[in-house]
């Protein structure tokens, strides 16, 4: 079984800067591990202030339901993602940006990108996924 450990983070974080450089934003790229805990974060040269909490929001969320995290805004409020949400301070964000990390059938983390639009962080988010050798989905 693998773990989301500095190494697999700080390629994750390789790939999805190498695809940031093709798009017109600057971004802040948060990687966690299975319980929402930041491991690396990166914020590129004029990434707006508000992308720092924005992106570990939306990989906290992607972690803790184990799924991408603009799923979790799908058909409106779900009274249980308020509920954890409020619990945990607002910790979590249920916009799109935010992509579970799969080793196999196990997720070991999650990624959480904000800075462009909600589709340019999702590709963000997937490009450092898949160049880290890794999926999005179990």
């Known amino acids: 079984m693998s773990v989301m450990d500095l190494s697999i983070a700080q390629k994750i974080i390789e790939g999805a800067q190498k695809k940031s450089s093709e798009l017109s934003a600057n971004f802040c790229i948060s990687i966690v591990d299975p319980r929402g805990d930041l491991i690396v974060f990166v914020r590129e040269d004029g990434a707006p202030w508000r992308s720092v909490f924005i992106s570990q929001g939306k990989a906290a969320a992607s972690a803790a339901f184990m799924q ?25 964000i249920p916009g799109q940006g935010g992509l579970p990390v799969y080793d196999g059938q196990t997720i070991i983390g ?24 890794l999926k999005a989905s179990s």
Do not use: F, Y
């Open 68 to 92: 991408p995290s603009g799923k979790l805004a799908e058909g409106g409020p779900n009274p249980i993602h308020q509920g954890l949400m409020a619990m945990l301070g607002g910790r979590m």
């Open 110 to 133: 999650a990624v959480g990108v904000s800075g462009g639009t909600p589709q340019e962080d999702e590709i963000i988010a997937s490009a450092g996924i898949s160049h880290a050798g």
